[in-house]
Nanobody
Framework: QVQLVESGGGLVQAGGSLRLFCAAS????????MGWFRQAPGKEREFVAV????????YYADSVKGRFTISRDNAKNTVYLQMNSLKPEDTAVYFC???????????????WGQGTLVTVSS
C-alpha cells in the first residue's frame, strides 16, 4: 500500500509560483496513477491534474491548464505539481492521491495524503 506525504505549500503573491511535492512510500508507487486535487474552504474537493504510471500522459482541469504542470520521478517515488501564475482563487489545501486508473473523480482514488495548504494573496 502506498503512503503519501505532501509538502511545498505556503503563502505566495498572485502571479508567483510554487512547487508541490508528494513523496510516496511503498514498492507499488510506479504502478499507481497519481493525481492532485484541491479543496478550498466551504467547497468540495476538485480535480487539478493526473499523470499516468510512466508519466507519458497528463490531464488537467481547465482552470489550471497552461499554468500548472504535473510530473513524476518513479526512481524517487515522488510526484510534483509546478504551479505558475498563481491566482487568489487557487488558494486551497492541495492533496495528492493514488489510483488504479486515469480518472478525475476523487472517488476513484483510494490513497490520499494529508494535504498541504497553498495561500495566494492578491
Amino acid at each position: 500500500q502506498v503512503q503519501l506525504v505532501e509538502s511545498g505549500g505556503g503563502l505566495v503573491q498572485a502571479g508567483g509560483s510554487l512547487r508541490l511535492f508528494c513523496a510516496a512510500s511503498g514498492r507499488t508507487f510506479s504502478n499507481a496513477v497519481m493525481g492532485w486535487f484541491r479543496q478550498a474552504p466551504g467547497k468540495e474537493r476538485e480535480f487539478v491534474a493526473v499523470i499516468s504510471r510512466g508519466g507519458g500522459s497528463t490531464y488537467y482541469a481547465d482552470s489550471v491548464k497552461g499554468r500548472f504542470t504535473i510530473s513524476r520521478d518513479n526512481a524517487k517515488n515522488t510526484v510534483y505539481l509546478q504551479m505558475n501564475s498563481l491566482k487568489p482563487e487557487d488558494t486551497a489545501v492541495y492533496f495528492c492521491a493514488a489510483s488504479g486508473g486515469v480518472y478525475s473523480d476523487p472517488k476513484r482514488f483510494t490513497v490520499w495524503g494529508q494535504g498541504t495548504l497553498v495561500t495566494v494573496s492578491s
